[in-house]
Every structure is written in structure tokens, then in C-alpha cells.
């Protein structure tokens, strides 16, 4: 595709349920990342993927995150038992070169 | 100590004035430095690139990066108000972007 596709654009969901993010990178790119942003913050590193695997998932904030990538494409984050403090804008980005980062327009998750 | 610093904002500038923009780094490992822009409520794009010490230049914006002193900057020159944004340091130590928190630059017309 053109750029980078994220949905939903917006997410509300309630305390203890599960989300899942979707990110579609731009097409030959082969490295993936997840970052989040809360309201004010600057970006933090959740988790990158080469390929299908994923190299450093040290940016992960709990067991209750995981993430996925399939045919070195499409890749899904998922939160489980969602926290109020998981509230923030999630941001997909791809890279031909894993240091030119183009981003997707992010995921606004609401965790009421 | 946070893998990247940057000067802490907002800024504020005068249409046509020079804003300057400044970063540290912790890990003396990192190759790889870069600037995005981030408009509320957008996505950063990257604005710049530098990889050797010395400055870059790109249109009204320079980077200059000290690798001696673990030190990047951006310059805008001659600012505009579509220049009003957070501007995001960026550092490859591993193969991973590390940023700052951002300094958030208004350009008063």
C-alpha cells in the first residue's frame, strides 16, 4: 500500500476486556514496530519484528501484551484483561533499512 | 538515566528567528541519529538524518551531531509557523529507535 494502515482508529473498550490492534506496513517492508504514546509522552518501544520474528521484545510492559506478525506483513498487537494505564495512541511503523521508520496514523485506545 | 534527553520545552520563536533544538544520548554504541516532526495530533515523520560528526544541512533545517560529546541538534532556520510541532530526537544503539520526549516548538507570526 501507499503508507502504513492501522485500524481501528479508535478503540473504547471497558477495564478486563481484550484488544486487538491491527497494522498493515507498507508493502516490502521488513521490519515492524510498535510503539505507544500517551498524551504528553514521547514514544516508547513496545516490540520489533524482522521478518516474522521478533528480535527484541523487551519494550513489552506485561504478559498481558503480545503481538504477532504473519507472511512477513500484517501484524496484530493484543492486549489482554485491558488497564486503564494502557490508554494511549499505539503506533505501527515499518522500514526498508530498520532506521527510516514510517508511521502509521496510530490506534487511540480508551480503556474506561 | 533515559537513553535520550532533550532540552525541555515548549519553545516559542519569532516568525523568521532561528529555533534550536537540542539531544543527548547515553549509549555511545548508537550510529544512527534522526529528527521527526510530530504535528498534534499526527504521526512523526522524519525530517533528518545524520550519521557523521559535523552538521547537515537540508533546506531550513540543520542537523550537527558530536559523537565525542553524545550530542545532536537540529536548527531551523528561519521559522515558520507551519514549523510549530514536537520535534522528536532518535537514536539507533541496536537496532531499535530510541526517542526523547520531544520539545515543542510555536512559532509566533
Known amino acids: 500500500g501507499a503508507g502504513v494502515s492501522q485500524s481501528p482508529s479508535n478503540k473504547v473498550t471497558e477495564k478486563g476486556k481484550d484488544v486487538e490492534l491491527r497494522c498493515d506496513p507498507i508493502s516490502g517492508h521488513t521490519a515492524l514496530y510498535w510503539y505507544r504514546q500517551s498524551l504528553g509522552q514521547g514514544l516508547e518501544f513496545l516490540i520489533y519484528?524482522?521478518?516474522?520474528?521478533?528480535?527484541?521484545k523487551s519494550g513489552l510492559p506485561s504478559d498481558r501484551f503480545s503481538a504477532e506478525r504473519t507472511g512477513g506483513s500484517v501484524s496484530t498487537l493484543t492486549i489482554q484483561r485491558t488497564q486503564q494505564e494502557d490508554s494511549a495512541v499505539y503506533l505501527c511503523?515499518?522500514?526498508?533499512?530498520?532506521?527510516?521508520?514510517?508511521f502509521g496514523s496510530g490506534t487511540q485506545l480508551s480503556v474506561l | 538515566q533515559k537513553e535520550v534527553e532533550q532540552n525541555s520545552g515548549p519553545l516559542s520563536v519569532p516568525e523568521g528567528a532561528i529555533a534550536s533544538l537540542n539531544c543527548t544520548y547515553s549509549?555511545?554504541?548508537?550510529?544512527?541519529f534522526f529528527w521527526y516532526r510530530q504535528y498534534s495530533g499526527k504521526s512523526p515523520e522524519l525530517i533528518m538524518s545524520i550519521y557523521s560528526n559535523g552538521d547537515k544541512e537540508d533546506g531550513r533545517f540543520t542537523a550537527q551531531l558530536n559523537k565525542a560529546s553524545q550530542y545532536v541538534s537540529l536548527l531551523i532556520r528561519d521559522s515558520q509557523p507551519s514549523d510549530s510541532a514536537t520535534y522528536l530526537c532518535?537514536?539507533?544503539?541496536?537496532?531499535?529507535?530510541?526517542f526523547g520526549a520531544g520539545t515543542t516548538v510555536t512559532v509566533r507570526a
Open positions: 532518535a537514536v539507533n544503539p541496536r537496532d531499535k529507535l530510541s
Open positions: 549509549d555511545r554504541v548508537s550510529q544512527s
Open positions: 519484528f524482522q521478518g516474522n520474528s521478533a528480535p527484541d
Open positions: 511503523a515499518s522500514s526498508y533499512d530498520r532506521e527510516r521508520l514510517f
